[in-house]
Each structure stands twice: as structure tokens, then as C-alpha cells.
């Protein structure tokens, strides 16, 4: 088993930054890939940012050149810098873990709330 544990959510105005950590603790082997998506209220959980273990990153079309993600392997956590924040940027983010053979888990989610 594999537990995730975010932090870092809160408030914050439009065009502030934020930054989400998740740390990952129990069955840490076969990492394929680390991210964080978002569910907003009414909407589907959409991919926000997602690294692998070489390192390779992708992002949804609506954070790129705002939102940084990055993987620290030794601590096994994974940060989401998230700058010029937008009131649409207001979710739940949730820390996803991706191993080799598929298994998947999720943290429990961080409320992010952009005001305008």
C-alpha cells in the first residue's frame, strides 16, 4: 500500500502563488509516474500536471507557463508550484501515484480557492 499526504492548499487572491507538496510513504517502488489533478465543483477530475520517474513532465494546456511541477525522489514527495493563480484555478487538487504494473492511488485532496 502506498499513502499520500498533501499539503499546502489554502486562499489566496488572484495572481498569488501557492505551493502543493504530497509525500508519498509505505510501498514506494516502481514509481512510473507522480501528479496532481483537480476537481472542481459540478466538474470532472482533470489532469493538472503529472512527472515520471525520468523526469518528464506534462501539464494541462491551462497551467502551462503558470504551474511547476517537481519531484524530490530521495524524500519521495512531489511539489506543484502554482504562480498567477486564477479564480478558475479553484478546486480540490489531489496527489496521484502511478506504479509500473498500474496500480493507482490518490491522496485525499487539498482545497485550493482563488478569489477574484
Known amino acids: 500500500q502506498v499513502q499520500l499526504v498533501e499539503s499546502g492548499g489554502g486562499l489566496v487572491q488572484a495572481g498569488g502563488s501557492l505551493r502543493l507538496s504530497c509525500a508519498a510513504s509505505?510501498?514506494?517502488?516502481?514509481?512510473?509516474?507522480m501528479g496532481w489533478y483537480r476537481q472542481a465543483p459540478g466538474k470532472q477530475r482533470e489532469l493538472v500536471a503529472r512527472?515520471?520517474?525520468?523526469?518528464?513532465?506534462n501539464y494541462a494546456d491551462s497551467v502551462k507557463g503558470r504551474f511547476t511541477i517537481s519531484r524530490e525522489n530521495a524524500k519521495n514527495t512531489v511539489h506543484l508550484q502554482m504562480n498567477s493563480l486564477k479564480p478558475e484555478d479553484t478546486a480540490v487538487y489531489y496527489c496521484?501515484?502511478?506504479?509500473?504494473?498500474?496500480?493507482?492511488?490518490w491522496g485525499q485532496g487539498t482545497q485550493v480557492t482563488v478569489s477574484s
Open positions: 496521484n501515484l502511478v506504479k509500473w504494473l498500474g496500480e493507482e492511488y
Open positions: 509505505g510501498s514506494i517502488f516502481s514509481i512510473a509516474t
Open positions: 512527472i515520471t520517474s525520468g523526469g518528464s513532465t
